[in-house]
């Protein structure tokens, strides 16, 4: 089964972003056959340094390796370098009607928050979509947030199919409800471009102070706590086994806790897990040309596999002529 997903490189990756997305995408390579890029394109619509761009892609692509991307066995590669599904974006663009991007929750949640309303914004989830069926994914592991597109994904691919004849393999969501949306430390969804994420291979210093700063209420220590309102336990949960999380739960709502001693071993085991694959990470990034290499090879398996499905759409709307 084709497996696809992407991470945008628009600041530093978290570990909503790890658990909600990486660390399944590593085990899938196991059994499935997976695809999985750098979403650089989608990243524009938050950053407009490119310096910062640039960057954010070598690292996010050096962290996806440290922490076990194969590239051997996966197709693993950066969107811009397969400018080709800017073409099947034109394409889906006319079997996209205006109401069903303007129903996206993702965009008017941005909007909300202040992110200027820009075309890009707005028109992300059809490039989302042509991420999608170019490769003629089966299967989109996402977030909760994320569910929404690969509705919209399938309505699209649904109506070309109608028009064109079956072109394009109708993909189907899916969301792991353990891990459905990791909080971030002000316990709204963590995510790169609310400032309030928990980022993986941080130096101790600034770890700490990213632990330190998770919003918890004003219960005493002595008092009794409910682990299942608290954003550290939510967070801490995510490395911890069924058993080990009932532990946890135990000395919440036995009291005499406070949540200063709960952060501190969170910290530390937050350090400890990524500790092994930081070394990798190093090593990647000071060798950057051989990562750009890694990540061109990766881009000539993706666009093959693409090929495929452009032609049938060139052929079927007659752009080939
Ligand atoms: P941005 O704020 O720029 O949208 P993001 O932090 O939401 O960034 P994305 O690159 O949009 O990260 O998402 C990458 C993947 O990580 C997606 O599959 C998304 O669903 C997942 N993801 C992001 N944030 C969370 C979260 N808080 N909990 C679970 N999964 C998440
Ligand atoms: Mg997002």
Known sequence: MRILSGIQPSGSLHLGNYFGMMKKMIAYQENEDLFC????????????DGNALARGTLEAAANFLALGMDPERSTFWVQS?????????????????MGLLERCHSYKDKVAKGIAANHGLFAYPVLMTADILLFQSDRVPVGKDQK???????????????????????????IDDEVATVPGTDGQKMSKSYGNTIDLFLEEKALRKQIMRI???STPVEAPKDPDR??????YRLFLDKQQQQA?????????????????????????????????????????????????????????????TLRKVRKKTGLAY
């Open 37 to 48: 890029f750098i979403a650089n394109y989608h990243a524009m619509t938050s950053v407009t």
């Open 230 to 235: 608290c954003n550290v336990f939510q967070i």
């Open 248 to 308: 946890l739960r135990k000395r919440y709502e036995a009291g005499g806790m406070g949540y200063g001693e709960v952060k501190q071993e969170l910290f530390e085991t937050v350090r400890d897990f990524f500790t092994p694959f930081a070394e990798r990470r190093r090593e990647l990034l000071a060798d950057l040309d051989g990562l750009r290499a890694t990540l061109a090879r990766g881009a000539d398996k993706a666009r093959q596999a693409g090929a495929k």
């Open 81 to 97: 370098d397969v400018p080709e599904v800017q073409e099947l974006t034109w394409a889906l663009s006319n079997f996209t009607p």
């Open 215 to 217: 919003v918890t209420d």
């Open 148 to 174: 929404q597109h690969v509705e919209v994904a399938r309505d699209i691919a649904l109506k070309f199919n109608n028009q064109y004849g079956e072109i394009f393999t109708v993909p189907e969501a899916e």
